[in-house]
């Protein structure tokens, strides 16, 4: 993982993180019109079109949301054609950061490396109820 430089830096480096993240928010609120290139297609788009990740330093990733679904979705098929390529006995779910048995997770073939997903069956379903809300409230409030 990356680490951002800026956090252990002078109080200049300090401020220019805050700014950062300023700026950021601007962008997703839609107050600023920035754009990148995808470092994949060099195609210059939009900032919304690309996913956030918070250790880059502009707080998204290098490849475009088209170019990172195209290489999931490769990635997936050829995870599902090999199987699994590791195995796995436990691990630590990216949510409550606690290390559980595989059995606590999810069976997601193709998903991940070991073919089970990134979060505990209890924070998945979390995550699910709190989609499907997310997503009944927009329905609503597009009626
Ligand atoms: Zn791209
Ligand atoms: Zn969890």
């Given at each position: 993982m990356e680490i951002e430089k800026t956090t252990t830096e002078t109080t200049c480096g300090v401020y220019a993180l805050i700014a950062t993240d300023l700026r950021h928010m601007l962008i997703m609120n839609g107050e600023i019109d920035m754009n990148k290139v995808c470092t994949n297609c060099k195609v210059d788009k939009d900032y919304k079109y690309f996913y956030k990740q918070s250790s880059a330093k502009d707080k998204l990733?290098?490849?475009c949301k088209v170019c990172m679904d195209e290489a999931f979705k490769r990635k997936s098929a050829e995870r599902l054609a090999n199987g699994p390529s590791i195995i796995r006995d436990a691990k630590v779910c990216q949510d409550c950061n606690t290390r559980k048995p595989i059995n606590q997770f999810f069976v997601k073939r193709g998903y991940s490396a070991d073919g089970?997903?990134?979060?505990?069956k209890p924070c998945w379903v979390k995550r699910t109820v709190k989609s499907q809300k997310k997503s009944n409230a927009k329905k609503l409030s597009n009626q």
């Open positions: 990733q290098h490849w089970y997903g990134s979060y505990c």
